[in-house]
């Protein structure tokens, strides 16, 4: 006995819609995957650009902190000068001055 023709033409419609709707679900999965890559990219490109600002932000403050040390040091070295030259001693007992004073700062301190 054959079923009635509108028991097969609305399997018919329903396996139809059923197809049509998985392939509608597929495109839309495809669709939110290109943007979910395309979120991705930007977030990357944000990061690099803020890493690179970053970097550049340290490399300022590195420059200005080697800068002030530099003058610092430079200081330094003119205000030792001219107490070596007020402290009269000969450069053999000013090398060993330096001497001493330079182990006893690497023993507070520690090695490099």
């Not at 090398?95 to 520690?110: C, Q, S, T, W």
């Amino acid at each position: 006995m054959a079923p009635p023709s509108n028991t097969v033409e609305s399997a018919d419609t329903a396996v139809s819609r059923v197809i049509e709707a998985e392939r509608a679900a597929r495109e839309e999965v495809e669709r939110c995957g290109r943007r979910a890559a395309a979120i991705v990219e930007d977030a990357n490109t944000r990061a690099a650009a803020l890493n690179a600002r970053t970097d550049a932000r340290i490399e300022r403050v590195r420059e200005r902190m080697a800068a002030v040390a530099t003058r610092r040091v430079h200081d330094i070295d003119r205000e030792a000068e001219a107490l070596a030259a007020e402290s009269g001693l000969d450069g053999a007992m000013r090398a060993r001055l330096d001497d001493a004073i330079g182990r006893l700062v690497a023993e507070l301190v520690g090695p490099d």
